[in-house]
T-cell receptor, first 109, second 115 residues
Framework: DAKTTQPPSMDCAEGRAANLPCNHS???????VYWYRQIHSQGPQYIIH???NNETNEMASLIITEDRKSSTLILPHATLRDTAVYYC??????????FGKGTRLHILP | NAGVTQTPKFQVLKTGQSMTLQCAQD?????MSWYRQDPGMGLRLIHY???????DQGEVPNGYNVSRSTTEDFPLRLLSAAPSQTSVYFC??????????????FGPGTRLTVL
């Protein structure tokens, strides 16, 4: 089973920040949190990852709580093209990366 | 770089037939994996490989075989197709299996229908 919990769906108004939460309460000390998204029926696309510190790249920001039991992916100015399923993932076992069901994000015009 | 390529893009099989889904990457990545995605569902890991000659099972390995004779190629074999294997199959690769190296690149998928 996936080691993360995400809400099944969320709505966000176009132009506003989309904040997608993820719980990973059993994460180990050296495990990274990864975020991917899947637009319609395309292959998933890597967004960002982090270990302890907050991270930012050209696509998004990742905020990880101090106890590392949860994180939030932030899309600062959501557009209609950000409509997708967003997956929060931590590694399971030595070499497996397991996807859960993700959050379906709807951007509302 | 072409990235991760998958062939064919679409395939229709009859129950009991066998076939091989092809996956190749030109990024010299050590880690490769196969996922399946059923309609309205998330991705489920079938098999993965941490390097040439090494493969292991994922969440749903039954009915599938893999081999990794080269770094570039990771074919997925359906031994005797069943309607339950109707799905979209994604192949992925990453430079390694720790930290930043675990960033996976996905192929465009193969849409398989088993009648």
């Amino acid at each position: 089973d996936a080691k993360t919990t995400q809400p099944p769906s969320m709505d966000c108004a176009e132009g506003r920040a989309a904040n997608l939460p993820c719980n990973h309460s059993t994460i180990s000390g050296n495990e990274y949190v990864y975020w991917y998204r899947q637009i319609h029926s395309q292959g998933p696309q890597y967004i960002i990852h982090g270990l302890k510190n907050n991270e930012t790249n050209e696509m998004a920001s990742l905020i990880i709580t101090e106890d590392r039991k949860s994180s939030t992916l932030i899309l600062p100015h959501a557009t209609l093209r950000d409509t997708a399923v967003y997956y929060c993932i931590v590694r399971v076992g030595d070499d497996k990366i397991i996807f859960g069901k993700g959050t379906r994000l709807h951007i509302l015009p | 770089n072409a990235g991760v390529t998958q062939t064919p893009k679409f395939q229709v099989l009859k129950t009991g037939q066998s076939m091989t889904l092809q996956c190749a990457q030109d990024m010299n990545h050590e880690y490769m994996s196969w996922y399946r995605q059923d309609p309205g569902m998330g991705l489920r890991l079938i098999h993965y490989s941490v390097g040439a000659g090494i493969t292991d099972q994922g969440e749903v390995p039954n009915g599938y075989n893999v081999s990794r004779s080269t770094t570039e190629d990771f074919p997925l074999r359906l031994l005797s197709a069943a309607p339950s294997q109707t799905s979209v199959y994604f192949c992925a690769s990453s430079p390694g299996t720790s930290g930043s190296l675990y960033t996976q690149y996905f192929g465009p998928g193969t849409r398989l229908t088993v009648l």
